[in-house]
């Protein structure tokens, strides 16, 4: 299975290989949870952030296929409000701390 974007997402990289391994899809999907139950339903495996599946992992429905084997390209985080909402304090506050855990 395979997600309609962004693209890296769909690319592999395996500790101890060069070069990034990237695998024909059977199917893409625009949106994780359809990916989700593709997979679930039997029809392929695909790569997920593991909030996504860590109950299906911990019941038994899903398997971690490489555990401790694949390492992930760090993604870019947007931040869009508005500025008449109440709150900015601690939404500044909230997005200073992602730049800081963020290295940004």
């Known amino acids: 299975m395979r997600f309609a974007a962004p693209d890296h997402i769909n690319t592999l990289r395996f500790a101890g290989l060069v070069a990034p391994v990237s695998v024909p899809p059977a199917v893409t999907a625009g949106n994780g949870e359809a990916v989700r139950q593709l997979v679930i339903g039997g029809l392929g495996i695909a790569r997920f952030s593991d909030f996504m599946i860590a109950d299906d992992i911990r019941i038994g429905r899903l398997v971690e296929l490489f555990p401790g084997q694949l390492s992930a390209e760090p993604l870019n985080i947007s931040a869009l409000y508005l500025t008449r909402v109440s709150g900015l304090r601690r939404l500044g ?5 992602v730049g800081k ?3 940004g």
Do not use: T
């Open 93 to 97: 506050a909230f997005l200073d701390w």
């Open 101 to 103: 855990i963020g290295g």
